[in-house]
DNA sequence: ATGTATGCAAACCATTTGCAATGAC
DNA sequence: GTCATTGCAAATGGTTTGCATACAT
């Protein structure tokens, strides 16, 4: 069970590999190890990461590469779209796998900020299939934000003991 | 006509002005004539703005606030439901009015970086209507990313031009 | 050999913070 | 009178940039 997951993992990773030299090739952009090892470590470890954890990451893993190059290697991946960017809220960007990943929309909570994923395939094709006059659409980002189970939990007992 | 749309236009004011007193009372925050102004100006002009734009409005209208003033002013705004903010890609920030204006989504071109409002009554019932175990919803942003007319154009003639 | 990509350090710039002065309560 | 809020200026921190060096082509 494991192997059969890792196996399709390492599929994965050679076919997104393959896509980003075709789009480096394309582009006459020149094919690095750094930028291959970027590409690698997200389609291993990192599903949702932010710049800073993703450059402690890659100095683990002993291959080391400055922020320049990570930011650098980061637009061309964004560009080629195996990755995705967010930003909820907060001034920190957020990035996750674009390839394979299961896509789904984002609960925000106003309160905590806590980030989960939502799956829903309905608003997923209803999205989708919209179209829209005057604009090709490549990919989107819908963000629920509300109150999270926990803070609305915490708020509820807190009203309690506001009472006069 | 126009005399008709100010006269809603002000009602608006009033209620906004309304609806921040409540807020401001119900937390024991002051009601200092700046955080007025700051929300008088928002629905007066600005439907769409970035903190820049909203900071020479004021100074134009001869109310001058610090930039500390205006965030500070901004966080309550965003508390209080009457102001939304996006982030769409760039490190600049985006506000517009929450209250009484046309809801609308986002289409953002990953071209020139343009967006615009793309109003679908169908998509935002259907994204307003999900029950979400665990979370509740108070409001959402749909961003979706793609080509702008113009920059599809463009592209396509630069196409023909590269043919060999 | 050529010129793109890298690493480093400095620069940038939106946002935040500390603190003294102001003014809402 | 008290303490939250303001303005100012400095600090912060994620991201970008300039430049010399390394290396993909």
Same mark, same amino acid.
């Given at each position: 069970?494991?192997?059969?997951?890792?196996?399709?993992?390492?599929?994965?990773?050679?076919?997104?590999?393959?896509?980003?030299?075709?789009?480096?090739?394309?582009?006459?952009?020149?094919?690095?190890?750094?930028?291959?090892?970027?590409?690698?470590?997200?389609?291993?470890?990192?599903?949702?990461?932010?710049?800073?954890?993703?450059?402690?990451?890659?100095?683990?893993?002993?291959?080391?590469?400055?922020?320049?190059?990570?930011?650098?290697?980061?637009? /061309?991946?964004?560009? @080629?779209?195996?990755? #995705? &960017?967010?930003?909820?809220?907060? %001034?920190?960007?957020?990035?996750?796998?674009?390839?394979?990943?299961?896509?789904?929309?984002?609960?925000?909570?106003?309160?905590?900020?806590?980030?989960?994923?939502?799956?829903?395939?309905?608003?997923?094709?209803?999205?989708?299939?919209?179209?829209?006059?005057?604009?090709?659409?490549?990919?989107?980002?819908?963000?629920?934000?509300? /109150?999270?189970?926990? @803070?609305?939990?915490? #708020? &509820?007992?807190?009203?309690?003991? %506001?009472?006069?």
């Amino acid at each position: 069970m494991l192997k059969i997951s890792m196996e399709k993992e390492n599929k994965v990773r050679e076919l997104v590999r393959q896509k980003f030299t075709e789009y480096l090739t394309a582009n006459k952009f020149r094919k690095t190890p750094e930028r291959y090892a970027i590409l690698d470590l997200i389609y291993t470890d990192q599903r949702h990461f932010d710049m800073d954890t993703l450059y402690e990451a890659m100095n683990e893993r002993n291959f080391r590469v400055s922020r320049a190059t990570l930011y650098n290697t980061m637009q /061309l991946l964004l560009e @080629c779209h195996l990755v #995705l &960017k967010h930003q909820f809220g907060q %001034n920190l960007s957020f990035y996750e796998r674009a390839y394979n990943n299961d896509f789904h929309h984002h609960l925000i909570c106003s309160h905590c900020n806590k980030v989960q994923e939502y799956k829903d395939a309905e608003l997923k094709t209803a999205i989708q299939n919209k179209k829209i006059k005057g604009f090709i659409p490549e990919h989107y980002s819908l963000y629920i934000y509300g /109150l999270c189970s926990a @803070c609305a939990r915490e #708020l &509820k007992k807190n009203k309690k003991f %506001n009472k006069p």
